[in-house]
């Protein structure tokens, strides 16, 4: 079974540039995560999904960040503009019913 | 608001010693407490977890504890080994309806040969 694919793997981008992420779930998984992790600490919620339909994004910085699941499968994440704090890499992680989140390999964005 | 704390911030055995890191929650409601391993430039993934209706769980050389009256819990490695060598991270959940997941700052663990 595959896994959380998540892409691109790295970005390198000059600040006031838009970026944008993409994520596929684990097949069958209703619930997805975008995760921010700062060098040295946890991840950090940024918006949950139960299919497509976003049921909390009360950390995600709206004026700068958006998010979309469109079909309840995969997701793309939205930086525009991005800014220097900002560099950090973004995790998606997805779960079915039980407790267990499933992580990808996340995308490192370095903002110059 | 809803907090994870965790400690120490690093850690460093000899291969074969044991390894104990502690975390402590802040919000009463959460029920589930899962520890994740990260190694470098990868996601991480979850090595073992406790439900709160229970104060131990054992898995061959890892296990974890929980006080939940203290809102404590502990992940602990026996017979440490080299591919140990990791970011630990524990988090702590409620599984009814939520399940949205405090994660704690981590812990670097170095076992060394």
């Known amino acids: 079974e595959a896994g959380v694919v998540q892409s691109p793997r790295y970005k390198i981008i000059e600040k006031k540039q838009p970026v944008a992420f993409w994520c596929n779930p684990i097949s069958g998984h209703n619930t997805l995560y975008w995760y921010r992790q700062n060098l040295g600490q946890g991840p950090e919620l940024l918006i949950r999904?139960?299919?497509?339909?976003?049921?909390?994004d009360s950390q995600l910085p709206k004026d700068r960040f958006s998010a979309e699941r469109l079909k309840g499968v995969d997701s793309t994440l939205k930086i525009q503009p991005a800014e220097l704090g900002d560099s950090a890499v973004y995790l998606c992680?997805?779960?079915?019913?039980?407790?267990?989140?499933?992580f990808g390999e996340g995308s490192r964005l370095t903002v110059l | 608001g809803e907090n994870v704390e965790q400690h120490p911030s690093t850690l460093s055995v000899q291969e074969g010693d044991s390894a104990v890191i502690k975390c402590t929650y802040s919000?009463?409601?959460?029920?589930?407490f899962p520890w994740y391993k990260q190694e470098l430039g990868k996601g991480p993934q979850l090595i073992i977890d406790i439900r709160s209706n229970v104060g131990e769980k054992k898995d061959q050389r890892i296990a974890v504890t929980l006080n939940k009256t203290a809102k404590h819990f502990s992940l602990h490695i026996t017979e440490t080994q080299p591919e140990d060598s990791a970011v630990y991270f524990c988090?702590?959940?409620?599984?009814?309806?939520?399940?949205?997941?405090?994660f704690g700052t981590g812990t670097r663990l170095k076992v060394l040969a």
């Open positions: 999904y139960e299919n497509e339909e976003a049921v909390d």
């Open positions: 988090a702590a959940s409620q599984t009814s309806g939520t399940y949205k997941y405090i």
């Open positions: 992680a997805s779960r079915s019913g039980g407790g267990e989140l499933f």
């Open positions: 919000d009463s409601a959460s029920n589930y």
